[in-house]
C-alpha cells in the first residue's frame, strides 16, 4: 500500500515562503516519482511539482515555474516543496502522490497517483 504524509503547511504572508515535506509510510520512495498537487475550494486537483525517482527529472506547472523546487532526499524516505513568493492564489490544501511508472510530465498532468489522496496540508497565503 503506497501511502504517503504531507507536512509543512501553513499561514504565511504574500511574498513569504514555506517548505513542504512528503514522507513515505510503509514503502521506499526509492522508485516512485512523487509528486506535488493541490486543491483550492471548488476546483479540481492541480499538479503543480513532479520529480522522478532518480531527482534527473522534474516538472513545473506554469502557474509555480521560478517560483517552487522540487528535491528528494531519497536516505530521509522524503520529498520537499520550496515554496518562494508564494501569493494569495496559491492558497489550497497541497498533497503529494506516488507513482511507480509515469514519466513527471504524464504524472502532474494526468495527476496519475498509486493509492488515494492523503490527508494534505493546508496553505494559506494571507495577510
Known amino acids: 500500500q503506497v501511502h504517503v504524509v504531507e507536512s509543512g503547511g501553513g499561514l504565511v504572508q504574500p511574498g513569504g515562503s514555506l517548505r513542504l515535506s512528503c514522507a513515505a509510510s510503509?514503502?521506499?520512495?526509492?522508485?516512485?516519482?512523487i509528486g506535488w498537487f493541490r486543491q483550492a475550494p471548488g476546483k479540481e486537483h492541480e499538479g503543480i511539482s513532479c520529480?522522478?525517482?532518480?531527482?534527473?527529472?522534474?516538472y513545473y506547472a506554469d502557474s509555480v515555474k521560478g517560483r517552487f523546487t522540487i528535491s528528494r532526499d531519497n536516505a530521509k524516505n522524503t520529498v520537499y516543496l520550496q515554496m518562494n513568493s508564494l501569493k494569495p492564489e496559491d492558497t489550497a490544501v497541497y498533497y503529494c502522490?506516488?507513482?511507480?511508472?509515469?514519466?513527471?510530465?504524464?504524472?502532474?498532468?494526468?495527476?496519475?497517483?498509486?493509492?488515494?489522496w492523503g490527508q494534505g496540508t493546508q496553505v494559506t497565503v494571507s495577510s
Open positions: 510503509g514503502f521506499t520512495l526509492d522508485y516512485y516519482a
Open positions: 502522490a506516488a507513482h511507480d511508472r509515469a514519466t513527471v510530465q504524464a504524472m502532474c498532468r494526468n495527476r496519475l497517483r498509486r493509492g488515494d
Open positions: 520529480i522522478s525517482s532518480s531527482g534527473g527529472n522534474t
